[in-house]
T-cell receptor, first 112, second 117 residues
Framework: QKEVEQNSGPLSVPEGAIASLNCTYS??????FFWYRQYSGKSPELIMS????GDKEDGRFTAQLNKASQYVSLLIRDSQPSDSATYLC????????????FGRGTSLIVHP | GAVVSQHPSRVICKSGTSVKIECRSL??????MFWYRQFPKQSLMLMAT?????????EQGVEKDKFLINHASLTLSTLTVTSAHPEDSSFYIC?????????????FGNGTRLTVT
């Protein structure tokens, strides 16, 4: 059973701070990792993809992947109230079906 | 790129009626699309995998005769909720990925909020 674990939160950070969202996964052959943002009442939107160990930066977002520890994280710098949402981690295995496994999501609240 | 369009965005229907939800990939072909359901403050739940030209694959516990899926073309999948009941009220979301491989992220439609009265 493939599992993707996220702390449900809520994670509360002040405006301007760094928000750190974490995700662990159970399947060692996982190869592709995605972060989605979901605002309340809306569908998820893709914000980051990462495939190799290390960091990947896109604007205020940095995804970090450590395959040995089976750990992927998302850092949001200079957090804004508009970043308040649920962040979903998704993991694809390397072969067979490419249906991603989603975590339950972490609720982030950025307060002014 | 990779736009997925879903229609309608919101529907209210009476108990016992059927509702059809459309999902279109606008700028890519999708041999496979996915249908999810999400209850308030709950996580995404995969209902079924829609395969172009063949039968859908349903997740355990999802009634295939109640949730009819048709994927007649490479850009369109439909989900029909038959004989809807209030407990079917939920947020239904379709998704697809342009690459069709494990490196290809899914892109989601805007979702359909179904309310059954």
């Amino acid at each position: 059973q493939k599992e993707v674990e996220q702390n449900s939160g809520p994670l509360s950070v002040p405006e301007g701070a760094i928000a750190s969202l974490n995700c662990t996964y159970s399947d060692r052959v996982s190869q592709s990792f995605f972060w989605y943002r979901q605002y309340s009442g809306k569908s998820p939107e893709l914000i980051m993809s990462i495939y190799s160990n290390g960091d990947k930066e896109d604007g205020r977002f940095t995804a970090q992947l450590n395959k040995a520890s089976q750990y992927v994280s998302l850092l949001i710098r200079d957090s804004q109230p508009s970043d308040s949402a649920t962040y979903l981690c998704a993991v694809n295995e390397s072969g067979g079906s490419y249906i991603p496994t989603f975590g339950r999501g972490t609720s982030l609240i950025v307060h002014p | 790129g990779a736009v997925v369009s879903q229609h309608p965005s919101r529907v209210i229907c009476k108990s016992g009626t059927s509702v059809k939800i459309e999902c279109r990939s606008l700028d890519f072909q999708a041999t496979t699309m996915f249908w999810y359901r999400q209850f308030p403050k709950q996580s995404l739940m995969l209902m079924a995998t829609s395969n172009e030209g063949s039968k859908a694959t349903y997740e355990q516990g999802v009634e295939k005769d109640k949730f009819l899926i048709n994927h007649a073309s490479l850009t369109l999948s439909t989900l029909t909720v038959t004989s809807a009941h209030p407990e079917d009220s939920s947020f239904y979301i379709c998704s697809a990925g342009p690459g069709g491989n494990h490196n290809s992220p899914l892109h989601f439609g805007n979702g359909t909020r179904l309310t059954v009265t």
